[in-house]
């Protein structure tokens, strides 16, 4: 290993951890067995239908509600007012905290305005879902329209109507990171800048499985359950407690069952799954809400929605002096938990990205918007980072003549650097960006493309390739940290590791899974611990009832802190097993050496314990050691010393049509380093997945509103995900860099590919287009914007 000191301990057996083994989860989900939310069917349930503005900024003048309740089948019809009345404490609380931080109260249903397209007016109850629907439709609301604003660079400036009173400017934070005097000496010292104006469009999330809660009063012993898609059960636990509903956190349980997909958007506590159980606590019987696809398109959070200038200060040779970015961030109309975070902490911090830079500068404008709230979604606030400062990466070579990879190679951050402090705040942990980068260019052998480059041109073919370095700050911990930069959360994760006495394994995890092969990938951190076989190891998630705490799944961070919480468990649970090994064996401790699952006294290998006969000896309690109390499990927090920085290389190839402006991705090499790798086979998925969904983001997503903040792509065949048939076969590829700091050297993978994709994707159709004097094109980069952009030359 190289780039910084190992502390980790490596793992006594080899084998489980790093093999490819089958996703231990798909079969019950391939034969349709799996327990979706809406699966859940409880006696007596009742059915939800929330009634939304179709207006994007209006005050409400009334609500009429008595049609609705007249209809056959209506238990209950409830508006904002209803809501307040009850007494909970009805508020959708942020979760991050800035300096001077506009936070407007965030309610279940609105009760003076609405303030965007889809904002929740009212709440029908029925007994049957089609008696709910057509109710809703009898929901009268009469309106005062106001006008609407879609664009966060329109939003604050003067004369725009305010969105909420206690924001005049529609301006909810003034944030600035780096240093300003350095940047704007930097920027006098270096022979040359240059610089870049782009817009990341907002991406709607598009989980295959769209959100959805049943929730179930009991009124005699005042506990709540409530399934929902949650990829963080005891956060929605914690936050439903006491901001929203005012139920004591251990009288509530939220069950996350299989969740169909998340990418960020199932992160967030919404007004929905909250209201779900407030009508439950109403009526006192079970009941179940469940979007459809145009409600999640309206409500689900969006991600990025950025409007950046960006500039780069750079010497003739190509050194980096300075970064100065500006950037306006749309919130959309309400704070969702991470928005704030997402394009301040997760955004400002990466733009050093791999490289070497001596001064850089930041200030995000997070404004209000009356569009749908945006947040974290797949690559949250280091995609949007990346492809700023790789844009930059272009236009700076461009500007100096030079290869775009040679700039890069000139100013990467050099392997024995590490840990590294870069000037946005980040102390990265190891990395080797050259090697990731030279595999990847030999893979598609860069030399030779350029070539055929030249000799296609002179054919008139316009084939572009696109570099991208990107790394990710993956992790979200350590809690202290989070805590000073103004998390109202924790960073840890903690975990069960538990021993029946029988001899098989029970991991019970603070994470939820929504695809990503936690069952599998977990099993093997412990079958490897335990000198065991995964067959012997169940993992459970998403349950608060059955495991105790937890902080859930987002930011890259269940391999290394969920996976790291494990095998610390499982050390703990492998330690006391060698103390009861040396008891019954009759040897000291420190002589009990353990190899695959066995223990035995060193150089007597035929006295020897198997961990799972330990385990039913531990569990007898009939021969332990003194005051040793029985039973074989451990339960472990870990708060890990830092995040982790995976990193990588990607590289697209592709040829544009010059006569219709069309994109075809001729090649796609992707090199990642996530450290070590628990499964390369789900690695390599989550990679694929990443990639699809840059590609997304660079060539065919965004969501579009007209001028009266209605949203146009509110259907799937009006919002273009990418289908398969769009997508080249990904090459991929891997560096292996630990972390030092982890205990197992892992880094996070999940969202990486999302971050590489879409800045390698703009690079190589911008190069295509190079000579046509196109240095920048905004996303999704379309075949009319392609076509538009080489006429105007
Ligand atoms: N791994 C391994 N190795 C390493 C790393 C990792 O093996 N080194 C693996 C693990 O174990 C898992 C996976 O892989 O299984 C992943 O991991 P991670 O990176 O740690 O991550 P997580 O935490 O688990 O997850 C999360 C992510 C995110 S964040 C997102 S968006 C997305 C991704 O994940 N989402 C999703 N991916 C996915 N997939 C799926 N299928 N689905 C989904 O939904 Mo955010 O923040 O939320 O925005």
Same mark, same amino acid.
């Given at each position: 290993? !190289?780039?910084?000191?190992?502390?980790?301990?490596?793992?006594?057996?080899?084998?489980?951890?790093?093999?490819?083994?089958?996703?231990?989860?798909?079969?019950?989900?391939?034969?349709?067995?799996?327990?979706?939310?809406?699966?859940?069917?409880?006696?007596?349930?009742?059915?939800?239908?929330?009634?939304? !503005?179709?207006?994007?900024?209006?005050?409400?003048?009334?609500?009429?509600?008595?049609?609705?309740?007249?209809?056959?089948?209506?238990?209950?019809?409830?508006?904002?007012?209803?809501?307040?009345?009850?007494?909970?404490?009805?508020?959708?609380?942020?979760?991050?905290?800035?300096?001077?931080?506009?936070?407007?109260?965030?309610?279940?249903?609105?009760?003076?305005?609405?303030?965007?397209?889809?904002?929740?007016?009212?709440?029908?109850?029925?007994?049957?879902?089609?008696?709910?629907?057509?109710?809703?439709?009898?929901?009268?609301?009469?309106?005062?329209?106001?006008?609407?604003?879609?664009?966060?660079?329109?939003?604050?400036?003067?004369?725009?109507?305010?969105?909420?009173?206690?924001?005049?400017?529609?301006?909810?934070?003034?944030?600035?990171?780096?240093?300003?005097?350095?940047?704007?000496?930097?920027?006098?010292?270096?022979?040359?800048?240059?610089?870049?104006?782009?817009?990341?469009?907002?991406?709607?999330?598009?989980?295959?499985?769209?959100?959805?809660?049943?929730?179930?009063?009991?009124?005699?012993?005042?506990?709540?359950?409530?399934?929902?898609?949650?990829?963080?059960?005891?956060?929605?636990?914690?936050?439903?407690?006491?901001?929203?509903?005012?139920?004591?956190?251990?009288?509530?349980?939220?069950?996350?069952?299989?969740?169909?997909?998340?990418?960020?958007?199932?992160?967030?506590?919404?007004?929905?799954?909250?209201?779900?159980?407030?009508?439950?606590?109403?009526?006192?019987?079970?009941?179940?809400?469940?979007?459809?696809?145009?409600?999640?398109?309206?409500?689900?959070?969006?991600?990025?929605?950025?409007?950046?200038?960006?500039?780069?200060?750079?010497?003739?040779?190509?050194?980096?002096?300075?970064?100065?970015?500006?950037?306006?961030? =749309?919130?959309?109309?309400?704070?969702?938990?991470?928005?704030?975070?997402?394009?301040?902490?997760?955004?400002?911090?990466?733009?050093?990205?791999?490289?070497?830079?001596?001064?850089?500068?930041?200030?995000?404008?997070?404004?209000?918007?009356?569009?749908?709230?945006?947040?974290?979604?797949?690559?949250?606030?280091?995609?949007?980072?990346?492809?700023?400062?790789?844009?930059?990466?272009?236009?700076?070579?461009?500007?100096?003549?030079?290869?775009?990879?040679?700039?890069?190679?000139?100013?990467?951050?050099?392997?024995?650097?590490?840990?590294?402090?870069?000037?946005?705040?980040?102390?990265?942990?190891?990395?080797?960006?050259?090697?990731?980068?030279?595999?990847?260019?030999?893979?598609?052998?860069?030399?030779?493309?350029?070539?055929?480059?030249?000799?296609?041109?002179?054919?008139?073919?316009?084939?572009?390739?696109?570099?991208?370095?990107?790394?990710?700050?993956?992790?979200?911990?350590?809690?202290?940290?989070?805590?000073?930069?103004?998390?109202?959360?924790?960073?840890?994760?903690?975990?069960?590791?538990?021993?029946?006495?029988?001899?098989?394994?029970?991991?019970?995890?603070?994470?939820?899974?929504?695809?990503?092969?936690?069952?599998?990938?977990?099993?093997?951190?412990?079958?490897?611990?335990? /000198?065991?076989?995964?067959?012997?190891?169940?993992?459970?998630?998403?349950?608060?009832?059955?495991?105790?705490? /937890?902080?859930?799944?987002?930011?890259?961070?269940?391999? !290394?802190?969920?996976?790291?919480?494990?095998?610390?468990?499982?050390?703990?649970?492998?330690?006391?097993?060698?103390?009861?090994?040396?008891?019954?064996?009759?040897?000291?401790?420190?002589?009990?050496?353990?190899?695959?699952?066995?223990?035995?006294?060193?150089?007597? !290998?035929?006295?020897?314990?198997?961990?799972?006969?330990?385990?039913?000896?531990?569990?007898? =309690?009939?021969?332990?050691?003194?005051?040793?109390?029985?039973?074989?499990?451990?339960?472990?927090?870990?708060?890990?010393?830092?995040?982790?920085?995976?990193?990588?290389?990607?590289?697209?190839?592709?040829?544009?049509?010059?006569?219709?402006?069309?994109?075809?991705?001729?090649?796609?090499?992707?090199?990642?380093?996530?450290?070590?790798?628990?499964?390369?086979?789900?690695?390599?998925?989550?990679?694929?997945?990443?990639?699809?969904?840059?590609?997304?983001?660079?060539?065919?997503? /965004?969501?579009?509103?007209?001028?009266?903040?209605?949203?146009?792509?509110?259907?799937?065949?009006?919002?273009?995900?990418?289908?398969?048939?769009?997508?080249?076969?990904?090459?991929?590829?891997?560096?292996?860099?630990?972390?030092?700091?982890?205990?197992?050297?892992?880094?996070?993978?999940?969202?990486?590919?999302?971050?590489?994709?879409?800045?390698?994707?703009?690079?190589?159709?911008?190069?295509?287009?190079?000579?046509?004097?196109?240095?920048?094109?905004?996303?999704?980069?379309?075949?009319?914007?392609?076509?538009?952009?080489?006429?105007?030359?």
């Amino acid at each position: 290993m !190289s780039g910084a000191e190992s502390e980790r301990e490596e793992p006594d057996v080899e084998g489980v951890f790093g093999a490819g083994i089958k996703r231990d989860e798909d079969l019950p989900l391939l034969l349709g067995e799996g327990t979706y939310t809406d699966d859940i069917s409880l006696p007596g349930m009742t059915y939800l239908a929330i009634k939304r !503005s179709d207006h994007a900024h209006a005050r409400i003048v009334d609500i009429d509600t008595s049609e609705a309740e007249s209809k056959a089948d209506v238990v209950a019809v409830y508006t904002g007012d209803d809501v307040e009345a009850s007494g909970v404490p009805n508020t959708i609380p942020t979760a991050w905290d800035l300096p001077g931080l506009v936070q407007p109260q965030y309610r279940m249903l609105a009760i003076d305005k609405v303030r965007h397209e889809g904002d929740g007016v009212a709440a029908v109850v029925a007994e049957t879902p089609q008696a709910a629907h057509e109710a809703r439709k009898r929901i009268h609301v009469e309106y005062e329209e106001l006008e609407a604003v879609t664009d966060p660079v329109t939003a604050v400036e003067r004369d725009i109507p305010q969105i909420h009173e206690e924001s005049d400017d529609n301006i909810a934070f003034d944030f600035e990171l780096g240093d300003a005097d350095a940047v704007n000496e930097s920027f006098s010292a270096a022979d040359r800048t240059a610089s870049v104006t782009l817009r990341q469009p907002r991406l709607i999330p598009n989980a295959i499985e769209p959100r959805a809660a049943v929730a179930d009063w009991n009124d005699s012993t005042q506990k709540l359950r409530l399934w929902m898609t949650s990829q963080n059960p005891h956060l929605h636990r914690m936050l439903l407690s006491a901001g929203t509903l005012g139920i004591p956190e251990n009288n509530i349980r939220v069950i996350a069952p299989e969740v169909g997909g998340g990418f960020g958007s199932k992160i967030y506590h919404y007004p929905d799954e909250a209201i779900t159980a407030w009508c439950s606590m109403q009526l006192g019987r079970p009941v179940k809400w469940r979007a459809s696809r145009s409600e999640g398109y309206l409500t689900d959070c969006h991600g990025r929605d950025h409007v950046t200038d960006a500039e780069i200060a750079i010497d003739n040779d190509g050194t980096i002096q300075g970064v100065r970015v500006e950037t306006h961030a =749309g919130l959309g109309a309400h704070l969702s938990q991470f928005g704030t975070a997402t394009p301040s902490y997760l955004y400002a911090t990466v733009l050093s990205g791999q490289y070497t830079i001596p001064a850089i500068h930041c200030r995000v404008i997070g404004a209000f918007t009356t569009t749908t709230p945006v947040d974290a979604y797949r690559g949250a606030g280091r995609a949007e980072g990346i492809y700023v400062i790789e844009r930059l990466m272009d236009v700076a070579a461009r500007e100096l003549g030079m290869d775009p990879t040679e700039i890069r190679r000139k100013n990467l951050i050099p392997a024995d650097e590490f840990p590294y402090e870069s000037a946005a705040a980040l102390v990265y942990d190891s990395g080797e960006y050259e090697r990731a980068m030279e595999t990847a260019l030999e893979h598609v052998d860069y030399e030779t493309l350029r070539e055929q480059q030249q000799t296609l041109r002179e054919e008139g073919r316009y084939l572009g390739i696109g570099v991208a370095n990107f790394i990710e700050s993956a992790g979200l911990s350590p809690s202290g940290l989070a805590g000073q930069l103004g998390a109202q959360a924790g960073g840890w994760e903690s975990s069960i590791v538990r021993f029946d006495s029988t001899g098989s394994v029970t991991v019970l995890a603070g994470t939820a899974d929504q695809g990503q092969g936690h069952r599998t990938t977990y099993a093997q951190i412990a079958a490897e611990e335990l /000198g065991i076989s995964v067959d012997d190891v169940e993992v459970v998630e998403g349950d608060t009832d059955r495991i105790p705490q /937890g902080m859930g799944t987002y930011g890259s961070r269940s391999a !290394s802190v969920g996976g790291g919480s494990i095998a610390r468990g499982a050390r703990d649970v492998r330690e006391k097993a060698r103390r009861i090994a040396a008891h019954q064996l009759e040897a000291s401790v420190d002589d009990i050496e353990f190899e695959d699952g066995e223990f035995y006294v060193a150089g007597a !290998s035929d006295r020897s314990l198997h961990i799972q006969a330990i385990a039913h000896e531990a569990y007898l =309690g009939h021969d332990l050691p003194e005051e040793m109390d029985p039973g074989l499990e451990a339960t472990n927090f870990y708060d890990p010393e830092n995040f982790t920085y995976p990193f990588g290389t990607h590289v697209a190839v592709v040829e544009i049509d010059p006569e219709t402006g069309a994109i075809t991705i001729e090649r796609y090499v992707a090199v990642d380093d996530c450290g070590e790798i628990i499964n390369p086979t789900i690695v390599e998925g989550q990679v694929h997945g990443g990639i699809a969904q840059g590609i997304g983001a660079a060539l065919y997503e /965004g969501a579009a509103y007209d001028e009266d903040g209605h949203l146009q792509t509110r259907r799937m065949d009006e919002y273009a995900v990418p289908h398969a048939t769009y997508l080249p076969d990904f090459e991929t590829d891997s560096t292996v860099t630990p972390s030092p700091h982890n205990p197992i050297g892992v880094k996070g993978v999940g969202e990486s590919a999302t971050i590489a994709a879409a800045p390698a994707v703009v690079a190589a159709v911008t190069d295509a287009l190079e000579p046509f004097d196109v240095d920048h094109l905004d996303m999704p980069v379309t075949p009319e914007t392609v076509w538009r952009a080489m006429e105007e030359e």
